[in-house]
């Protein structure tokens, strides 16, 4: 993972206009404090953001790219998910229960 060298602010601001188009009631100066917590995180093809077996408690937003999500069974990749730009995601299961993750979450292309 690379920290990414472009303006934070303008993303932070898409992060800010995503979260008012799901609540339009939401304070704006609460949401201002709440994406000046996200940083920007840069993910090439094929790296691993979360593998399979760890903890985490992030919130991710993906600005740019694609996130697969798959878990390994009898040897092979299930994909269950893919997150595309302007989706949330988190290790839910990983951030509820306390335990590890049992899906592995995947830069499908070069992803911010």
Avoid: H
């Avoid at 201002?32 to 399979?52: M, N, P, Q, R, W």
């Avoid at 408690?57 to 390994?72: A, Q």
């Avoid at 994909?79 to 949330?88: A, D, G, K, Q, V």
């Amino acid at each position: 993972m690379r920290t990414a060298k472009k303006n934070i602010e303008q993303y932070r601001e898409r992060l800010k206009n995503y979260f008012l188009q799901v609540d339009p009631s939401a304070n704006p100066e609460q949401l201002s404090e709440l994406v000046s917590c996200f940083t920007l995180d840069k993910f090439e093809k094929k790296e691993i953001i979360l593998a399979a077996g760890e903890s985490s408690d992030l919130v991710c937003f993906v600005l740019e790219g694609m996130v697969r999500v798959y878990y390994i069974k009898e040897d092979k990749e299930i994909t269950n998910w893919f997150i595309s730009e302007n989706m949330l995601f988190a290790a839910t299961y990983s951030s509820y229960t306390g335990k590890k993750n049992y899906t592995t979450y995947e830069a499908f292309e070069d992803t911010l």
